[in-house]
């Protein structure tokens, strides 16, 4: 409602409103007068208070507007350029995967998709267990809650060499680079993935 109306707008409605129930407090709490001689004959020094309310009402409502508009565009822009990286990490030649603290899928661009046989919205969700051999699967769990309680990870940061698992079975070599970061507290683990020649 109010972003539809602008807090300017609102104050300046506010600041209208003000002569009117300022008018019926003195006509009919004070008694002092008839409502409209109140409102339409106040005293000078009733003016210039009513006046200098309603400024106030005014340059708030438009100094509200205005951080209003603004953290709007700085929300717009940090939407964009989150877009745009998605779009250049969902183009990047290495396979991109991201993963949470649970060791379930929540990013996956297309190159993950050609590498590994999974399409984005078959593999989002699941553990990431299903691209690692079955043989590395308890060596990768261990490695997670070392992390986990240490925050020490000797595969993090540099090249890894190691084996992946396709959708189809095969076992393939690739070369990996995982980083970790923490978001609210949990970690997020991220992943560019290529295959290695043999």
Same mark, same amino acid.
């Given at each position: 409602?109010?972003?539809?109306?602008?807090?300017? !707008?609102?104050?300046i409605?506010?600041?209208?409103?003000?002569?009117?129930?300022?008018?019926?407090?003195h006509?009919?709490?004070f008694?002092? *007068? +008839?409502?409209?001689?109140?409102?339409?004959?106040?005293?000078?020094?009733?003016?210039?208070?009513?006046t200098?309310i309603?400024? @106030?009402?005014i340059?708030?409502?438009?100094?509200?507007?205005?951080?209003?508009? /603004?953290?709007? /565009?700085? /929300?717009?822009?940090?939407? !964009?350029k989150?877009?745009?990286?998605?779009? @250049?990490?969902?183009?990047?030649?290495?396979?991109?995967?991201?993963?949470?603290?649970g060791?379930?899928i929540?990013?996956?661009?297309? *190159?993950?998709?050609?590498?590994?046989?999974?399409?984005?919205? !078959?593999?989002?969700?699941?553990?990431?267990?299903?691209?690692?051999?079955?043989?590395?699967?308890?060596?990768?769990?261990?490695?997670?809650?070392?992390?986990? %309680? *240490?925050?020490?990870?000797?595969?993090?940061y !540099?090249p890894?060499? +190691?084996?992946?698992?396709?959708?189809?079975? &095969?076992? &393939?070599?690739?070369?990996m680079?995982? +980083?970790?970061?923490? *978001?609210?507290?949990?970690?997020?683990?991220?992943?560019?993935?290529?295959? %290695?020649?043999?």
């Open positions: 409602m109010l972003q539809r109306i602008g807090l300017c !707008k609102l104050g409605l506010v600041a209208i409103l003000f002569w009117f129930v300022e008018a019926l407090l006509s009919f709490v008694g002092e *007068s +008839t409502f409209l001689n109140s409102l339409l004959k106040p005293d000078p020094n009733e003016i210039w208070m009513r200098l309603s400024i @106030v009402v340059g708030f409502g438009y100094y509200a507007q205005r951080a209003v508009e /603004q953290q709007e /565009q700085m /929300q717009e822009q940090i939407r !964009k989150g877009d745009r990286l998605h779009e @250049v990490i969902d183009c990047s030649y290495d396979a991109y995967i991201s993963i949470d603290a060791g379930r929540n990013d996956w661009n297309r *190159s993950a998709e050609v590498l590994f046989g999974w399409p984005r919205h !078959k593999i989002i969700g699941k553990l990431v267990d299903e691209i690692i051999p079955e043989r590395l699967r308890e060596a990768h769990h261990k490695g997670m809650k070392q992390y986990q %309680r *240490s925050n020490i990870g000797p595969m993090l !540099k890894m060499y +190691t084996q992946a698992l396709h959708r189809d079975g &095969f076992e &393939f070599a690739v070369e680079v995982i +980083t970790p970061l923490k *978001s609210d507290g949990a970690p997020e683990f991220f992943a560019f993935i290529r295959e %290695r020649s043999s």
